[in-house]
């Protein structure tokens, strides 16, 4: 590859090796666009290539290396959003620049007012340590989570720590324009008890139930809210706020954030199970969330496994999978298992509390239950096979129940090849959503930089 007609090499997230490219023709404006298609974070000039007379101090070596920059810049933050650095050193071996590239990256940032240094003492050689860390007050962002039922909204700083939340029920109306008008009422409310001023804002992230055109912007359709069909939810939030906007699908907003300060940090690979009313996954795969050609990647409550109805759901049914362990599912098997026992049931029981019953010795529960946890672990099992990530996180209101989990994973341990799917719960339980959202947030205003 090469950029004005210079060759350059990369290194790709997901491969710590350098990798050197074919060269080819790529004028300076598409460079920027390049490295965000193709995931890039290092960019560096092949050492060995010669230099063309005049082409560091002409205008366009200098764009250049302002470009680079701030690329180094964002790789930067993106190190510093999982953990501050004692040292340069540290980071240097983290990041994947050189010395000199990290000095300029980290005095850009700092320059702008992004990233502090702290003195934290000596090293053992006997230089002064400068520890780096995110500067919290030099803006902030705001995270949202529009449910079915509810939309939540959090304010945090450039840290992510929450400085306040707020919520509405959308079960009266959930238009789109009452949605944006309840999240620009929120907003406001939580900058005036924060006492934070609005041009602090920088970036906004919405996460929305079902099919979400992340490029475009766009909820292609839902379920969950009525009279929701191709909203440019992005446009709308952008025209209510006048600041850059993020939008995501609502399970996948729960994976970021358990990826980012959850069950799931340190795992490239992984898969987050959301079981509620529906159910649907959130997949990590070499360190990238996996949206798929249609955006459906993830759709797992359409799955057929043993014990689930074969027929092909109708447009506007659950699915095969969602029919059995999603939350009405599960409650009906619970009024078929009493009926078939002869029993009485209980019929305004959650699913949850079904699970409960069961540990309290209730057999027409454990018969619930017991179907329950052995068609997940069907399911699980045979996204293990195709995935092969190191972990599985169950969620939502009805995954996180630890009967649940338990009855699962003894069904799991009969399945050893190639490799025993491993089952844990949500440690950020309902909050995964708006800490998924306050992280995608962050890597909207980094895009600024």
């Known amino acids: 590859m090469a950029c004005c007609g210079h060759p350059i090499r990369r290194v790709n997230k997901d491969t710590p090796e350098w990798s050197f490219s074919r060269t080819v023709a790529l004028p300076l404006a598409r460079l920027t666009d390049f490295i965000k298609k193709d995931n ?3 960019v560096a000039f092949v050492p060995h290539m010669p230099k063309i007379p005049g082409a560091i101090s002409s205008p366009r070596g200098a764009q250049q290396r ?25 980071l240097e071996r983290h990041a994947g620049l050189s ?12 320059k702008k007012g992004l990233v502090e240094k702290t003195c934290e003492g000596k090293s053992n050689a006997g230089r002064q340590n400068n520890a780096l860390r995110i500067h919290a007050g030099y803006g902030h962002v705001i995270g949202v989570d529009i449910g079915g039922s509810n ?4 304010l945090a700083d450039m840290k992510g720590t929450v400085l306040g939340k707020w919520s509405a029920s959308t079960k009266r109306t959930s238009s789109p324009d009452v949605v944006v008008e309840q999240i620009r009422n929120g907003v406001k409310n939580l900058l005036e008890d924060a006492s934070v001023p609005h041009r602090s804002l920088l970036a906004v992230a919405a996460g929305a139930p079902g099919v979400t055109d992340v490029d475009a912007g766009v909820v292609v359709k839902t379920s969950y809210l009525k009279g929701w069909k191709d909203v440019p939810l992005r446009s709308l939030l952008e025209s209510a706020f006048r600041i850059p906007v993020a939008i995501e699908n609502d399970v996948r907003m729960a994976a970021i954030g358990e990826n980012w300060m959850g069950a799931a940090r340190g795992f490239d ?31 797992v409550g359409y799955m057929h496994v043993p014990g689930a109805p074969e027929e092909a759901a109708r447009h506007g049914t659950p699915g095969s999978l969602e029919s059995i362990i999603g939350g009405e599912g599960i409650r009906k098997q619970w ?9 009485a049931a209980t019929r305004n029981l959650t699913a ?35 995935l092969n990530c190191a972990v599985f996180i169950l969620g939502g209101g009805v995954g996180m129940s630890t009967p649940l989990w338990a009855a699962t994973q003894r069904f799991l341990e009969r399945y050893n090849d190639p490799a025993q799917p491993k089952l844990i719960v949500s440690s950020l339980g309902q909050d995964a959503q708006l800490v998924g959202a306050i992280r995608l947030a962050l890597s909207k205003a980094d895009e600024s930089v």
């Open 40 to 42: 890039l974070v290092l």
């Open 66 to 90: 302002h470009l680079l920059k701030q690329v180094d810049a964002r790789e930067v933050l993106r190190q510093l959003r999982g953990q501050d650095f004692d040292s340069h050193k540290i």
């Open 99 to 110: 010395s000199s590239r990290l000095s300029a990256a980290v005095s850009f940032l700092v």
């Open 151 to 154: 939309v939540r909204i959090a």
């Open 269 to 299: 690979d992984f898969v987050f199970l959301a079981i509620g009313t529906g159910i649907a996954a959130g997949v990590f795969a070499n360190g990238r969330l996996i949206h798929g050609t249609d955006w459906t990647a993830g759709e």
């Open 335 to 343: 009024l078929h298992s009493c009926n078939g026992a002869g029993i």
């Open 352 to 386: 949850t509390e079904i699970f409960e019953r069961a540990r309290s010795g209730d057999l027409a529960a454990e018969v619930v239950l017991n179907r329950s946890a052995k068609v997940l672990a069907y399911a699980v099992y045979n996204i293990s096979l195709v």
